[in-house]
Structure formats: C-alpha cells, structure tokens
T-cell receptor, first 116, second 113 residues
Framework: AQTVTQSQPEMSVQEAETVTLSCTYDTSESDYYLFWYKQPPSRQMILVIRQEAYKQQNATENRFSVNFQKAAKSFSLKISDSQLGDAAMYFCAYRSAWAGANNLFFGTGTRLTVIP | DTGVSQNPRHKITKRGQNVTFRCDPISEHNRLYWYRQTLGQGPEFLTYFQNEAQLEKSRLLSDRFSAERPKGSFSTLEIQRTEQGDSAMYLC???????????FGPGTRLTVL
C-alpha cells in the first residue's frame, strides 16, 4: 500500500515570510497524482494544489508552489508571503492514476501557525 | 453554494445506538467517497460509490457500517451499535471524471459516550 509521510507535526512562520512543508511518499507506481489540502480549524478541507506525476513542471497556484522530486519521492509545499489566513492543518495526499484506484492516501498532517 | 454538504455537523450518541449521516455531493459529480478522520491523523478511506454502485470498501468498514447511494445522488452512512472507538470526523468527498480532484464536505463529528 502507498504511504505518505509528513515529518513535521508543527511549523510556524512569520507573517509575510516563506515556509516549506515537507512530504515524502512510497510507491512502486510510475503514474499518480499528488495533492496538498488545507484544513482550517473547524472548517472543511480544501484543495491547495495538485501535481500530476507525469508533468516535470512544478505546479504553482498564486502564493503556493511545490517542489516535486519524483526520483526522491518528495513533494514539498512552499507558501510565500504567508498570511494569517494560511494558518491550518496541511495534508499531503497521494492517489494512483490507475483507473480502478479510487481513494486518497493522506499523511498525518502539519499544523502551520502564522505569527503576526 | 454548490459544494459538498453533510448533515448533521455534530452527533453525540450513547454507546450501542445507531446513527446515520447524510452527504450531498456536488450535483454533477458521479463519484462519492467516505473517509474517517481521527484526532491527529489524516483522513482514511472507507468506501467509494460510482453513481449508485458501491465499488470499493476498505477493511476499516466493519459489518456495523453500511453505506448507500440509492439514486446516485446523496449518500448515507449508517453505523449500528456504535462503540467509543467510532468517535471521529466522518468526511464525504465527491469528484467527476476519473482522476479528477476530490472535493470535501465539512464533515460530521461523531462523539460516542
């Protein structure tokens, strides 16, 4: 089974600074999707960014970007110009690209605190 | 708002009681997923529907759990004879085509006393 590891239970960043959240995964597959989801306190999980494994270019969404290292099985999230609203649990997730695969495998999350 | 909705948002029950949760997916999505999230953990997959067919069930889904999606629209998750270990957040997600992003609802937080 695929496993996703987030080795940083908690991280903090000063407002307007940059922070990087780490994620590694284990798989024998060559084609898959990787995701970062954000879960604010008592609010629903929302997609931050998505990366297809076959794409070499790292995904970017406004202040959020990833560093996807396929050979190293690493998928880190960089948040630039951090804002107070970025404070949340961040989950890294893996999904096989195989048509019969249906579920996401999540890491244990990183709690991000933004310091004013 | 056309996102995924879940009801109730909170449920407190006594051990041994039955509970039922409802999920309404995004209207054009034919794929629906249930996950369970315990404190300090990421969500874990429970089951998956494509239209009305339940195509996959996790080993986490014991025989006390049953899920339905009778008309391929909303889904229900029932837990019979609840146990304290069932206390968790139950999340529903939906997606469109294969490979599409899953969009999550706000969850139902279950507390079993």
């Amino acid at each position: 089974a695929q496993t996703v590891t987030q080795s940083q239970p908690e991280m903090s960043v000063q407002e307007a600074e940059t922070v990087t959240l780490s994620c590694t995964y284990d798989t024998s597959e060559s084609d898959y999707y990787l995701f970062w989801y954000k879960q604010p306190p008592s609010r629903q999980m929302i997609l931050v960014i998505r990366q297809e494994a076959y794409k070499q270019q790292n995904a970017t969404e406004n202040r959020f970007s990833v560093n996807f290292q396929k050979a190293a099985k690493s998928f880190s999230l960089k948040i630039s110009d951090s804002q107070l609203g970025d404070a949340a649990m961040y989950f890294c997730a893996y999904r096989s690209a195989w048509a019969g695969a249906n579920n996401l495998f999540f890491g244990t999350g990183t709690r991000l605190t933004v310091i004013p | 708002d056309t996102g995924v909705s879940q009801n109730p948002r909170h449920k407190i029950t006594k051990r041994g009681q039955n509970v039922t949760f409802r999920c309404d997916p995004i209207s054009e999505h034919n794929r629906l997923y249930w996950y369970r999230q315990t404190l300090g953990q990421g969500p874990e997959f429970l089951t998956y529907f494509q239209n009305e067919a339940q195509l996959e069930k996790s080993r986490l889904l014991s025989d006390r759990f049953s899920a339905e999606r009778p008309k391929g629209s909303f889904s229900t998750l029932e837990i019979q004879r609840t146990e304290q270990g069932d206390s968790a957040m139950y999340l529903c997600a939906s997606s469109g085509k294969v490979g599409d992003t899953q969009y999550f609802g706000p969850g139902t937080r279950l507390t079993v006393l």
